[in-house]
């Protein structure tokens, strides 16, 4: 029987209708641009609007008020949750898609990209998707293949590209944040992780929030039905996040949890999942935003039968919580934790497009965005905060991850190595004995051993 597989150079990607700030782009910048000129927000909004009307039907305010009326349109900012994306696959440039509105069509799109990923698709076989391969075939995007053999992943964790994790035990398997055919990597497929493999691991998927680089939809759809999903509880759709567990249930996932924080943990095979929660990278540190509006988030404390470990993601402080409260919480119900794994950057204020393109600007109060330009606050935990937590845990190794993608047995960037030296530098100071493992992409590492076991 002949099989068909994504070409080695197709990436796959979903987008979702709601609020689009690269189609106001201009408009922002020029507000923002008029703001650091000293101009008061009534006239930087006029003048802006007057030269990119184009730009403006996203936003909503009155000419005779506009700094104390401006904002998204509401129906942006508290959007009705609906099922519906444009599937694009992409390759070298040429674009092959559908728009997707119904939950049958959403089931034979993700037959196909499952099929296709794993290399398991075949025109032999009966189904609403053998339109849509015999189309993708015609033009270069699957082409026919054998299945190639791949190697399994060992017990341990294993860094894979950016915010993605696996944890693997020997009966189960865990994957953190998946981005598989993905459009953020540059790499060859030959030359980055097997699909096949990955897929094959995901007996469970943790997702820690909806920015696009942790809640990759395309990926998310080539998983079995059977998987397990962990996701953040998300109470209303809104600018800032999208109820990721709606979203899965009406892609036909069968087994899709989103549990509060604290509560009781989660049984993946032998790996209980701990849900912990996300403070940080929200709009602002110093002060609450518009009403409602939160980037709800999880992070998650991972038990195996040989370790256990926190994963802070891209955690910080904000103006109630933080995150060096969360750990004295882990302190008391877990004791030491073997592992610590976190981003270490710095994630600021510096333009209105900071993190998320804009929608964190947009989140702002009209009294914010006039004094955004001068602002310069830090949402993420940074290597201070991370050697806070890591000696409040005791814990014994820190790793790094979700610095971007590379090669395999690389870093991710030059970058990489002077947080570690700065994390070093804090650890110090706390007198902290956590040992940080510089590992490259690919790394796996046995918190049990405390050591890195291969690239």
Same mark, same amino acid.
């Given at each position: 029987?002949?099989?068909?597989?994504?070409?080695?150079?197709?990436?796959?990607?979903?987008?979702?209708?709601?609020?689009?700030?690269?189609?106001?782009?201009?408009?922002?910048?020029?507000?923002?641009?008029?703001?650091?000129?000293?101009?008061?927000?009534?006239?930087?909004?006029?003048?802006?609007?007057?030269?990119?009307?184009?730009?403006?039907?996203?936003?909503?305010?009155?000419?005779?008020?506009?700094?104390?009326?401006?904002?998204?349109?509401?129906?942006?900012?508290?959007?009705?949750?609906?099922?519906?994306?444009?599937?694009?696959?992409?390759?070298?440039?040429?674009?092959?898609?559908?728009?997707?509105?119904?939950?049958?069509? $959403?089931?034979?799109?993700?037959?196909?990209? =499952?099929?296709?990923?794993?290399?398991?698709?075949?025109? *032999?076989?009966?189904?609403?998707?053998?339109?849509?391969?015999?189309?993708?075939?015609?033009?270069?995007?699957?082409?026919?293949?054998?299945?190639?053999?791949?190697? #399994? $992943?060992?017990?341990?964790?294993?860094?894979?590209?950016?915010?993605?994790?696996?944890?693997?035990? *020997?009966?189960?398997?865990?994957?953190?944040?998946?981005?598989?055919?993905?459009?953020?990597?540059?790499?060859?497929?030959?030359?980055?992780?097997?699909?096949?493999?990955?897929?094959?691991?995901?007996?469970?998927?943790?997702?820690?929030?909806?920015?696009?680089?942790?809640?990759?939809?395309?990926?998310?759809?080539?998983?079995?039905?059977?998987?397990? /999903?962990?996701?953040?509880?998300?109470?209303?759709?809104?600018?800032?996040?999208?109820?990721?567990?709606?979203?899965?249930?009406?892609?036909?996932?069968?087994?899709?949890?989103?549990?509060?924080?604290?509560? &009781?943990?989660?049984?993946?095979?032998?790996?209980?999942?701990?849900?912990?929660?996300?403070?940080?990278?929200?709009?602002?540190?110093?002060?609450?935003?518009?009403?409602?509006?939160?980037?709800?988030?999880?992070?998650?404390?991972?038990?195996?039968?040989? $370790?256990?470990?926190?994963?802070?993601?891209?955690?910080?402080?904000?103006?109630?919580?933080?995150?060096?409260?969360?750990?004295?919480?882990?302190?008391?119900?877990? #004791?030491?934790?073997?592992?610590?794994?976190?981003?270490?950057?710095? /994630?600021?204020?510096?333009?209105? $497009?900071?993190?998320?393109?804009?929608?964190?600007?947009?989140?702002?109060?009209? *009294?914010?965005?006039?004094?955004?330009?001068?602002?310069?606050?830090?949402?993420?935990?940074?290597?201070? #905060?991370?050697?806070?937590?890591?000696?409040?845990?005791?814990?014994?190794?820190?790793?790094?991850?979700?610095?971007?993608?590379? =090669?395999? #047995?690389?870093?991710? &960037?030059?970058? &990489?190595?002077?947080?570690?030296?700065?994390?070093?530098?804090?650890?110090?100071?706390?007198?902290?004995?956590?040992?940080?493992?510089?590992?490259?992409?690919?790394?796996?590492?046995?918190?049990?051993?405390?050591?890195?076991?291969?690239?």
């Amino acid at each position: 029987m002949e099989r068909l597989a994504f070409a080695d150079d197709v990436r796959v990607q979903a987008l979702v209708p709601g609020f689009d700030p690269h189609r106001a782009q201009r408009f922002i910048l020029a507000i923002h641009q008029a703001l650091s000129q000293r101009i008061g927000l009534d006239r930087a909004i006029l003048d802006a609007a007057a030269r990119y009307p184009e730009e403006i039907h996203q936003f909503t305010f009155d000419p005779a008020c506009p700094a104390e009326t401006f904002g998204p349109r509401p129906d942006l900012l508290f959007p009705e949750h609906r099922a519906a994306a444009n599937i694009l696959c992409n390759r070298r440039g040429e674009l092959a898609g559908w728009s997707v509105t119904e939950k049958d069509a $959403f089931a034979t799109i993700r037959a196909l990209l =499952r099929g296709a990923a794993l290399g398991d698709g075949s025109l *032999e076989q009966d189904g609403p998707w053998q339109p849509l391969a015999r189309q993708l075939l015609q033009r270069g995007f699957v082409r026919p293949t054998k299945r190639r053999p791949h190697q #399994g $992943f060992e017990p341990g964790i294993h860094r894979l590209q950016h915010a993605s994790l696996l944890v693997r035990t *020997e009966r189960s398997s865990v994957i953190l944040d998946p981005h598989i055919h993905s459009t953020y990597s540059k790499l060859a497929v030959e030359d980055d992780f097997s699909a096949a493999a990955l897929l094959d691991a995901s007996d469970g998927v943790l997702i820690s929030h909806s920015h696009e680089d942790h809640w990759y939809l395309a990926s998310l759809m080539m998983m079995s039905s059977t998987t397990q /999903f962990v996701v953040p509880h998300v109470p209303r759709t809104t600018l800032l996040s999208p109820d990721m567990g709606r979203w899965l249930a009406d892609l036909g996932f069968e087994h899709v949890r989103t549990p509060a924080w604290y509560s &009781e943990p989660l049984a993946i095979g032998d790996i209980l999942v701990h849900t912990l929660p996300f403070y940080g990278e929200q709009p602002l540190v110093s002060e609450a935003w518009r009403p409602d509006l939160r980037s709800w988030g999880n992070t998650y404390l991972i038990e195996t039968p040989d $370790f256990r470990m926190w994963v802070l993601i891209d955690s910080g402080n904000e103006p109630t919580h933080s995150m060096a409260e969360v750990a004295e919480y882990v302190r008391r119900r877990f #004791g030491p934790v073997d592992l610590v794994a976190s981003n270490l950057r710095h /994630f600021a204020t510096f333009s209105p $497009f900071y993190i998320a393109g804009g929608h964190y600007w947009a989140a702002l109060t009209a *009294e914010q965005i006039a004094t955004f330009p001068t602002r310069n606050e830090v949402v993420t935990l940074g290597p201070h #905060g991370v050697a806070e937590i890591c000696q409040i845990v005791g814990a014994r190794h820190y790793i790094p991850y979700a610095h971007w993608w590379g =090669r395999i #047995g690389h870093p991710p &960037e030059q970058e &990489e190595r002077e947080l570690l030296a700065d994390l070093q530098i804090e650890l110090d100071r706390f007198g902290s004995a956590c040992k940080i493992h510089d590992w490259p992409i690919g790394g796996h590492f046995s918190p049990t051993l405390g050591k890195q076991l291969r690239t």
